[in-house]
């Protein structure tokens, strides 16, 4: 309204300069939408080409819509089955970061008591804590428990990154809830105990989904320790690793059919994203801008 | 402040509970104990221990002497030497065969008269420095021939020391674990001692002990179940139940009277029981009860291999080897950081010029340490040039002049993936930050479909690194079958399709743009978090106050944005000095980073020790980052 009312005011040479800016920020939107889309788009475009098409010549546009490569990767028992694993480590490592995670988050986050800071800091370092240079240790452990090649390894592993990223955003749900619930449920009799399990946990609820859905991607994502604890293994391989040893159905190079592989293991990932991209950035938030 | 009312009305426990409480603290005071056993018993049967201790029965060669009387009816009467060779030992590899008649060891005759003593301390040399490298000895043998005849054959068989009973241990057991089993084992001994006195915070304390000692043994019974049946590591076999079962039987039992002592105690706590409790203390055992599974976890999954990577660092061990590992003590480190930097001149043309490759980099003539260092290489003996570790190239920095900064190091792959990372490190994540502060600022700008931008930027954190890589080699490909070549052949910017991942094209400035694609939008949705809790008044004020736009940014937007882009800048660096998949995917081993690096050692090298040295390296680099974050944030002091 405002503006509408001004325009006719301001001078030809003002408003050429006000459509130039707004052309150029609209040039800008467009930039950073085909930065951000255009090689994900392309990734679609080549997984409906043969891979002897793609060998051959590069194309913005597929030929045809050939199915081939979905068809042959979802026939593959191999890579279904990899992408069970995946679906299972990733699921059960959530299920395990929440529950314990929970756990710690409500005595960190609600609970006064001794050496509170001391785990608080030890639960920040190990947010930060390189996975890599723990590798050969690890290692060890996992060939003692003998789960060496099989999805428990990653399973056992796995909560090294999810863990403390959950407790640490958890803690922080917990302290934004107000003080009086446990003292209104301690007046009324309930132990500490049920005071978490049946007010302060279903009251966090959308804060688990949250972490549990980073948790899940961080776990979905997984190369390094999925490459070294199941390489021995084809048949515990999650996703990732099945995508980059992939090998392809021909006697070529697999590029178009590779893609396609890729294109499916990024797909759930992206409609959960999509669905719950509010809810995720407000947890990327909560964890990296209040550290 | 006391909330809770202090335990009043306690009763004289009767004749049965009282027995019952005996029963119970009795139980405690066991578990405390058998902790102490278990460790102490784990420690004694230990093999690699009982090795070390011991020592195998002649150390590191592999091969057991006998001395044989020839049977009563042979024509030569003079009795021998007969070896044994330790399966799969260095002897059984070099082909040894137990019924090799040994005749010298390294040009020492072996002679029937000298005793059996003698000729083991001849193999074992107990002179010997133990921190020397492997050497050889060398076995000649008589070989009994199918006619029976002898031949004579000489077999190197490589000789090394047995571990020392400290690193063995060190090795299986460590600090940690150990010194938790002694900690816990006694407070729970001292809790079976204090609920004789009836103290209700040691029956309060007992009672969550109890608890989770039933889930840890009911964890351990599942695991003895899956790993006995299971019966291997990768196996075809069918599940084993009845060995399964029998494995996980004992800790499955175990859990009922810890079940039942559970139950009566909690039952009886407040009325048998005498003490008053604060809520401190309540709740300190209440947080402590909850915490307990996280530590479990972290204590299993980072303390324990963190501390068992030190160690490791420290020796030279390697998996699939029979040969005992050696404290070595900082070779590893030296061998890592070991570098020189000197002077080099470019080759050059005969206009005077510098000589460069067809991807126009110089060639550059060998500096003075490389030719030392060949020089003498040729003046060592071969077992001498065997051990020892050349320095060679690592890279070389122009200074203009045709002259160059060389750095050789006597690992210049490691030296070369520090270099790497670092690089990587620094471009990529000034990229990120410049682009993503771009990216944010359109994004917060109020226009229709912003939504659906947010949404779009998410698009490229959500695909997974390796899928990212996977595509980008896709992109990327190194001829006219890459899009990238193409879109670029088509708007005019390059002439010849380009080799971007390969070793003489611009590999790194690829690996950075597809790192910069996946996380600089990343980077705009924190960056766009922190600017929308700008409130929108202070650039109202600046408007009346006439500050123009760019003053805004640099005056409001920047120092209010502060906080963000540090915490922002800091998880970044550390991810991007940690980075592993887009290295491995898209460059393989090549050329490492520094995560690469230490897999490849590991997994591919399988040298277990240096590897760990590699990820101590790693560690420490981050841990310097992680505190400056800590510095630079000023973590909030709270409670």
């Known amino acids: 309204m405002m503006t509408q009312r001004r325009i006719p005011q301001v001078p030809a040479r003002v408003r050429a300069a006000g459509y130039l800016r707004r052309g150029l920020f609209w040039l800008a939107v467009i930039a950073v939408a085909l930065y951000t889309l255009l090689p994900f788009a392309y990734a679609i475009s080549i997984s409906f080409r043969t891979n002897a098409q793609v060998l051959v010549s590069a194309r913005y546009l597929p030929e045809e819509l050939n199915i081939i490569n979905y068809q042959n990767l979802l026939r593959d028992p191999n890579f279904m089955r990899t992408l069970g694993n995946s679906a299972l480590v990733s699921s059960i490592t959530v299920l395990l970061a929440l529950v314990v995670g929970s756990f710690a988050a409500y005595a960190m986050g609600r609970v006064q008591f001794r050496g509170r800071m001391g785990v608080l800091y030890v639960v920040l370092a190990m947010t930060m804590f390189p996975q890599i240079s723990i590798l050969s240790g690890l290692f060890g452990i996992v060939t003692d428990l003998q789960v060496y090649g099989s999805p ?84 515990a391989q999650t996703v990732p690793v099945a995508i980059a040893n992939f090998s392809g159905y021909g006697y070529e190079i697999p590029v178009a059919d590779r893609v396609a592989g890729a294109v499916i293991v990024a797909v759930p990932l992206l409609v959960l994203v999509l669905i719950f991209q509010r809810r995720i950035i407000e947890g990327l938030t909560a964890g990296a801008v209040k550290g | 402040m006391t909330l809770l009312a202090p335990v009043s009305g306690r009763r004289r426990p009767s004749e049965q509970e009282a027995i019952s409480l005996e029963l119970v603290s009795g139980l405690l005071m066991i578990i405390g104990l058998a902790a102490f056993a278990l460790l102490f018993y784990a420690i004694v049967t230990n093999d690699n221990i009982r090795i070390a201790v011991q020592g195998p029965p002649i150390p590191g060669v592999g091969v057991n002497v006998r001395r044989v009387q020839p049977a009563a009816d042979a024509a030569d009467q003079t009795p021998y030497y007969e070896i044994e060779p330790v399966p799969s030992g260095p002897a059984a590899v070099a082909g040894l065969l137990p019924d090799d008649r040994l005749i010298r060891i390294d040009d020492t005759a072996i002679t029937p008269e000298m005793s059996l003593q003698q000729v083991q301390d001849l193999l074992t040399e107990p002179g010997m420095d133990l921190y020397q490298d492997d050497f050889v000895i060398q076995i000649t043998v008589l070989r009994p021939g199918p006619n029976g005849t002898l031949s004579e054959q000489t077999r190197a068989v490589a000789k ?44 309060r304390w007992s009672v969550v002990t109890l608890m989770w000692l039933m889930v840890g043994l009911g964890f351990a019974a599942v695991w003895a179940f899956w790993v006995n049946g299971k019966g291997g590591i990768v196996t075809d076999a069918p599940f084993d139940f009845s060995k399964a079962i029998s494995a996980a039987l004992a800790p499955a039992l175990l859990i009922i009277p810890l079940f039942i002592a559970r139950r009566w105690l909690s039952s009886v706590v407040d009325e048998l029981f005498v003490g008053d409790e604060t809520l401190t203390s309540r709740n300190t055992r209440f947080a402590w009860s909850l915490l307990i599974p996280t530590l479990a976890v972290l204590m299993l999954v980072a303390a324990r ?28 480190y030296r061998r890592l950081l070991d570098f020189q930097i000197t002077l ?41 040039r065997r051990t020892y570790t050349r320095y060679t190239d690592a890279g070389t920095i122009s200074i203009g002049g045709g002259r160059g900064l060389r750095v050789l190091g006597r690992d210049a792959a490691f030296l070369g993936a520090f270099g790497n990372t670092l690089q990587f490190t620094i471009i990529s994540v000034a990229l990120e930050l410049l682009l993503g502060l771009a990216i944010a600022l359109v994004v917060n700008m109020n226009f229709r479909g912003r939504g659906l931008m947010r949404t779009a930027m998410l698009v490229p954190w959500a695909i997974p690194t390796v899928v ?75 408007d009346v106050d006439g500050a123009s736009k760019l003053r805004q940014f640099f005056t409001i937007t920047l120092p209010l944005l502060r906080p963000t882009i540090t915490v922002a800048l800091i998880f970044r660096t550390l991810d991007a000095l940690r980075v592993f998949d887009v290295f491995q995917v898209m460059l393989d081993t090549t050329r490492p980073s520094m995560a690469t690096y230490n897999y490849n050692q590991l997994v591919l090298n399988r040298a277990d020790g240096y590897a760990s040295a590699v990820g101590v390296m790693i560690f420490i680099l981050i841990f310097i980052f992680v505190i400056a974050y800590v510095r630079i944030s000023g973590l909030r002091q709270e409670g």
């Open chain 2, 160 to 203: 090394n020391v047995a571990p020392t009973p400290l690193v063995a241990y060190l090795k299986t057991f460590g600090f940690v674990v150990p010194l938790l089993v002694i900690v816990l084992g006694s407070l729970i001994f001292w809790l079976g001692t204090r609920l004789r006195r009836f103290d209700v915070r040691a029956a």
């Open chain 2, 468 to 542: 990212s890589a996977v595509l980008w080699q896709a992109i990327m490909r190194p001829d006219q079958t890459g899009i990238l070549n193409k879109l670029f052949m088509d708007l005019g910017l390059i002439q010849q399709p380009q080799q971007w991942l390969a070793a003489s094209g611009p590999w790194m400035a690829s690996i950075v743009a597809v790192d910069v694609w996946k996380t600089a939008p990343f980077m705009a949705l924190l960056i766009l978090a922190g600017l929308q809790t700008i409130p929108a008044d202070i650039y109202e004020a600046a």
């Open chain 2, 344 to 384: 080099v001149e470019c080759r050059r043309e005969d206009n005077g010029a510098c000589a460069t490759t067809a991807s126009g980099q110089i060639v550059w003539e060998r500096s003075d340490v490389e030719a030392a260092e060949a020089a003498a290489a040729r003046e060592m003996s071969a077992a001498e």
């Open chain 2, 305 to 332: 291999p963190l501390e068992q990577t030190f160690i490791k660092s420290l020796t030279d061990d390697e998996f699939g080897t029979a040969r005992p590992v050696r404290f070595i003590g900082l070779d590893n």
């Open chain 1, 152 to 235: 428990i390894a990653l399973i056992l592993t796995y909560p090294i990154f999810t863990l403390p990223f959950t407790v640490w955003v958890l803690t922080s749900f917990f302290q934004g809830l107000p003080a009086e619930i446990e003292q209104a449920a301690l007046v009324d009799g309930a132990t500490p105990f049920q005071t978490f399990r049946l007010i302060l946990l279903p009251l966090t609820a959308p804060a688990l989904v949250t972490t549990g859905l980073l948790a899940f991607i961080s776990a979905w994502n997984e190369y390094l320790f999925a490459l070294t604890f199941t390489l021995v293994n084809r048949s």
